[in-house]
């Protein structure tokens, strides 16, 4: 699990639930809405998920979890 806090004005729950669909942004933030669906497809190839959280009192959580790997090759160190 990788998890990331930060302390800012954070989403409304509302948007938390609908930040990983393509083109998504909350009202008035900049960019294209690209960025947490990407990382969301990215976790899921990898059999994992993205996870996003209020952070109480203000801010955000992002919490990347991916599976562990078992048994088999490994790949360099």
């Not at 004005?9 to 609908?18: D, Q, V, W």
């Not at 933030?29 to 990407?38: C, N, R, T």
């Amino acid at each position: 699990v990788l998890e990331v806090r930060d302390q800012g004005p954070g989403m409304p729950e509302e948007a938390l639930k609908e930040a990983g669909r393509p083109f998504f942004r909350a009202s008035g933030k900049p960019g294209e809405g690209l960025g947490l669906s990407v990382a969301q497809k990215v976790a899921e190839a990898h059999g994992g998920r993205l996870e996003l959280l209020a952070n109480r009192p203000s801010g955000l959580v992002a919490r990347l979890r991916l599976p562990l790997p078992t048994g088999g090759a490994s790949g360099p160190p």
